[in-house]
T-cell receptor, first 114, second 117 residues
Framework: DAMVIQNPRYQVTQFGKPVTLSCSQT?????MYWYQQKSSQAPKLLFH???????NEADTPDNFQSRRPNTSFCFLDIRSPGLGDAAMYLC?????????????FGPGTRLLVL | RKEVEQDPGPFNVPEGATVAFNCTYS??????FFWYRQDCRKEPKLLMS???SGNEDGRFTAQLNRASQYISLLIRDSKLSDSATYLC??????????????????FGQGTILTVHP
């Protein structure tokens, strides 16, 4: 039973062409996260939502935006993808609250920028 | 200094071997600790949480030393299927909306394990 779902699994876009990645969850978790992971590197947190409260990491480029229209869905928008944005994008969720920090990851979307 | 440091390996071990991974973290206020496993081109998956008293799950044993800010993972009787990248993950916990707390995970760069026949 899929709990954190990401679509599409693979996305090819052109340099500068906006792209949106989708994440949905069936866990009813309060917190949703977006990570960028490049080859042989650790996942890098871009931003997260606690409910509707958006939290951007200080070093996340302005080119990356996010929306969370409801508890279940969260989107990552890349306004003008560059070649350096090619990576795996991982969505994760956690319940939030004391002792509820475990994060559950979706399968990721692999982005290729041509 | 990186927030979470791991020996990247790679570790190449034969089936049946015992292998240990170490990890250090810099934030002494960190509250929760985990080991995640990541297979090639897949998402990280929780292997086990790490508790102060140490915990064991089958062939896997995790230890935490808060005084030394050190976490370890021991894998006994290695299987071919254990081949993966093992990520040491630390959660410093931050106050969230409404006074609740939630955490941002800080990942180590991962230790690559290859188990061969």
């Amino acid at each position: 039973d899929a709990m954190v779902i990401q679509n599409p699994r693979y996305q090819v876009t052109q340099f500068g062409k906006p792209v949106t990645l989708s994440c949905s969850q069936t866990l009813n978790h309060n917190v949703m996260y977006w990570y960028q992971q490049k080859s042989s590197q650790a996942p890098k947190l871009l931003f997260h939502y606690y409910d509707k409260d958006f939290n951007n990491e200080a070093d996340t480029p302005d080119n990356f935006q996010s929306r969370r229209p409801n508890t279940s869905f969260c989107f990552l928008d890349i306004r003008s993808p560059g070649l350096g944005d090619a990576a795996m994008y991982l969505c994760a969720t956690s319940r939030g609250g004391q002792g509820q920090e475990t994060q559950y990851f979706g399968p990721g979307t692999r982005l290729l920028v041509l | 200094r990186k927030e979470v440091e791991q020996d990247p390996g790679p570790f190449n071990v034969p089936e049946g071997a015992t292998v240990a991974f170490n990890c250090t973290y810099s934030n002494s206020a960190s509250q929760s600790f985990f080991w995640y496993r990541q297979d090639c081109r897949k998402e990280p998956k929780l292997l086990m949480s790490v508790y102060s008293s140490g915990n064991e799950d089958g062939r896997f044993t995790a230890q935490l030393n808060r005084a030394s800010q050190y976490i370890s993972l021991l894998i006994r009787d290695s299987k071919l299927s254990d081949s993966a990248t093992y990520l040491c993950v630390v959660n410093p916990s931050y106050p969230g909306a409404g006074g609740t707390s939630y955490g941002k995970l800080t990942f180590g760069q991962g230790t690559i394990l290859t188990v061969h026949p």
